[in-house]
């Protein structure tokens, strides 16, 4: 098995937003999940830093990328990995997250990966369970583990995130990880563009220290890196949008709108895609510009260094 | 009931209906009722055998008329029930509560108003002023009995936590309010602008990922109702305002139709920062808004243009308020601390004290037309003593009332009701 130093105290118990961290702690994550990449393209991709360790993935909403990918993270650090089902349990029969909560408490996880589908969800678990919280994004507030990745995805390619121009475009209003990455790269020294049409732009963002466009060529004009999201139709609850087809024309990511972000801009978006609305389809699988399959990579990698750092 | 005389004197007596606002004394007669009040009570007005309470560095107020209040009978005993509202309200300096008709049943009917009046008159020791529904099951399609149910004892209608938002429909209630003589209160909101919303639309509501309510929502009903009113002007009572943009409105309003408008103490003591990591405690309806909006109501109460403070008391149990804040129930516990949190805006110099006593006793029985919230001499001697600079800690252990949501935990507050008097009798003592 290969060796892997001890992590390094973070600040912080819980991860339940990049809101809460310090920039030594995003470092400390980031230079840990860099060690992972290499292993995670190696033969022997198992360690077992995490054995004897219980980790819980409770996902009260449903994932496929991110789940799987907590899911092989804890199993390469050798921890025993419980996925739960939560359409199957109990929060069907009524009963509340806390109780949940303290149910899955008593079984004495070293960890618990959440996902929900209201904002505070992993912050209310945090209250209620000794082991430590992993956000694995609740409602629209935060999606730490994914701005982590993406930024590790950046940093990768362009090997620094401080100078660049970063625009972050679609489903703002709805978005976890459009918030989570704000946090995350002005906290690392990048100029962050927000575009978006005005029905999926929340209020006040400036504030959060960016800008906000509602044309998107002048949002994407000499940009370094064009962060694509995913319309979120299930969490919009009456009519934000005319049609699909106007926003691929206004909003969707095509050659001609590329155009005005840097010749070397990369492409990257969370997924799932939505093919033909946010982004063109031949677009999406350019290797030259999309790092999108690359993301999803970083991810496990990402995903082992938060298991490690906060399972102790 | 044939009762002691009592005596009080040397109290700092407020009672902004009579503009009595000095250093005197009060006498309670035989029947519980007000026979003397005011500066000329001294203690040569005591015959030498009497025992009398000298007040000297305390303050005597008329007992507050807090006129929004939940009570949970029928159908919600669980939360609060006539005899804790009551335990709670008097330890507080609520002598008189307005409750609100979203029980279950819903006040809509003349039946379940005996039923509530006789519930009210055996559990309760206070004075209690029931509302009943503008609609019926406050579904907002079809009026109740205005005149039938006023008949019975109910002092205004509302839809408590609803707004009316079928134009025509206001309009036809304006009308009948009219010709009945029944007093409008009209819960604020924009049903499908504030759709979902759980707090103020701004930097809070995108920070903490929840969907947000625009102050607009309010603005545009008030707006709506205002211009309805110039048509039939009824008694119209605007329950609640939470923001500046609606005191603009009011403001520009106030020369052309007559109505009056209450605030909640928590929109005058806290605002949204205060939600701080999703307190579900502080999920309020209006919500909290920004400082800039708290001190214009702050300046809306010295302007006159808010009439009244009430306490939006809204007991909810632990259950309601341990889930998400998307999933937690609305609404605070209050009446309690209506009165000690009004004064932190006299201790920090906001309000003037005559003002802050005035929008707890006189204003509101004024617009409700009932004769509470003063000292008349003559009138039910329902009072009570103040000790203004007692400091003491919120403490949710500590609160009377059956459910512990307050919306001010740990609170440092200055100023506590020490005697509770209704109709002359002492029913609360520290």
């Known amino acids: 098995m290969a060796n892997v ?13 990049i809101q809460d961290l310090s920039i030594s702690d995003v470092n400390i994550i980031l230079s840990e999940a860099k060690q992972f990449i ?15 360790k219980t980790q819980i993935n409770l996902f009260f909403e449903p994932s496929t990328r991110t789940q799987s990918s907590f899911e092989l993270a804890g199993k390469r650090l050798g921890a025993d990995v419980m996925s739960m089902n939560l359409n199957n349990s109990a929060i069907k029969k009524g009963e509340t997250l806390i109780d949940t909560a303290m149910t899955l408490n008593a079984m004495h996880p070293d960890i618990i990966v959440v996902r929900h589908q209201d904002s505070g969800a992993s912050n209310l678990l945090s209250q209620k369970v000794n082991c430590a919280v992993l956000n694995a994004g609740d409602g629209r507030r935060e999606h730490p583990t994914q701005a982590l990745l993406d930024a590790l995805t950046i940093i990768d390619r362009k090997e620094k995130i401080e100078g660049l121009k970063i625009a972050i475009c679609g489903d703002i209003v709805h978005s976890r990880v459009a918030r989570s990455n704000i946090y995350l790269l002005n906290m690392l020294g990048a100029e962050v563009n927000i575009v978006a049409p005005s029905n ?113 | 009931m044939i009762m002691k005389k009592k005596y009080f004197l040397n109290a700092n007596i407020i009672d902004p209906q009579n503009s009595i606002d000095e250093v ?21 007005n005591i015959p030498s055998r009497e025992k009398y309470i000298d007040l000297k560095g305390k303050y005597i107020i008329p007992g507050i008329v807090d006129m929004k209040v939940f009570v949970g009978e029928p159908g919600f005993e669980y939360k609060e029930n006539f005899r804790t509202l009551s335990e709670a309200s008097l330890s507080g300096g609520v002598t008189s509560v307005v409750t609100m008709p979203n029980t279950n049943p819903i006040i809509d009917n003349v039946s379940i108003v005996d039923f509530l009046k006789r519930r009210g008159r ?78 103020n639309d701004g930097i809070i509501s995108t920070k903490l990922g929840l969907q947000g309510i625009s102050d607009l929502a309010e603005k545009i009903i008030i707006e709506r ?70 001190l214009a109501l702050i300046k809306g109460i010295n302007n006159d243009l808010i009439d009244v403070i009430v306490s939006d008391h809204k007991p909810e149990d632990e259950e309601q308020k341990r889930l998400t804040f998307a999933q937690a129930a609305t609404g605070a516990s209050g009446i309690e601390t209506l009165l000690p949190l009004a004064l932190e805006l006299y201790h920090n110099e906001s309000i003037k004290l005559n003002k802050i006593i005035k929008a707890l006793t006189c204003n509101p029985a004024k617009i409700l037309k009932i004769n ?59």
């Open chain 2, 122 to 199: 055996d559990k309760a020791k206070i004075n209690i002023f029931p509302t009943a529904s503008l609609t019926k099951n406050i579904e907002g399609t079809n009026m109740t009995e205005f005149g039938l149910l006023r008949a019975k004892g109910i002092v205004g209608f509302t839809d408590g936590y609803k707004t009316i938002q079928n134009t025509r429909l206001m309009s036809r209630i304006m009308r009948s309010a009219y010709d009945l003589n029944c007093l409008v209160m009209q819960h604020v909101e924009d049903k499908e602008l504030a759709k979902d919303g759980m707090v």
């Open chain 1, 38 to 52: 290499d292993l995670n393209k190696s033969k022997n991709k198992k360690l077992d830093v995490l054995r004897g």
């Open chain 2, 225 to 294: 109702d205002l211009t309805l009113l110039e048509d039939f002007n009824c008694r119209y009572h605007i329950s609640q305002i939470s923001s500046q943009k609606s005191l603009e409105v009011i403001k520009s309003r106030k020369e052309s139709v007559e109505f009056t408008c209450g605030v909640s103490i928590n929109n005058l003591s806290l605002n949204e920062n205060d939600i701080g990591d999703f307190r579900t405690f502080l999920k309020l309806s209006p919500p909290l808004r920004t400082e800039d909006d708290r």
């Open chain 2, 24 to 44: 005197g004394g009060l006498i309670v007669d035989e029947n519980g009722l007000i026979e003397a009040v005011g500066k000329k009570v001294n203690i040569n």
């Open chain 2, 372 to 430: 509470k919230g003063n000292l008349n001499i003559g009138n039910e001697a329902d009072f009570c003593i103040l000790d203004i600079n007692k400091p003491w800690v919120v403490k949710k252990e500590n609160l009377i009332s059956k459910s512990k949501n307050t919306s001010i935990e740990g609170r440092k507050l200055q100023g506590k009701i020490t005697n509770t008097f209704v109709k002359g009798e002492e029913l609360f003592k520290i």
């Open chain 1, 200 to 312: 999926l732009m929340p209020k006040d963002i400036s504030k959060l220290g960016v800008n906000s466009f509602s044309d998107m060529k002048k949002g994407l004009k000499d940009c370094d890196i064009v962060m694509m999201l995913r319309l979120q139709n299930e969490r919009m609850t009456s009519s934000f949008l005319s049609s699909n087809r106007e926003y691929y024309e206004y909003y969707g990511l095509t050659p001609d709108k590329l155009d005005f972000a840097k010749d070397d801009a990369l492409i990257m978006h969370p997924g799932p895609m939505n093919r033909g609305i946010e982004i063109d389809t031949n677009l999406a699988d350019d290797i030259n510009k999309s790092v999108i399959k690359e993301q999803v990579e970083l991810g496990v990698a990402v995903r082992m260094a938060c298991l490690k750092i906060f399972c102790e």
């Open chain 1, 5 to 17: 130093k001890k992590a390094i105290k973070i600040s912080q118990k819980h991860l339940l937003g």
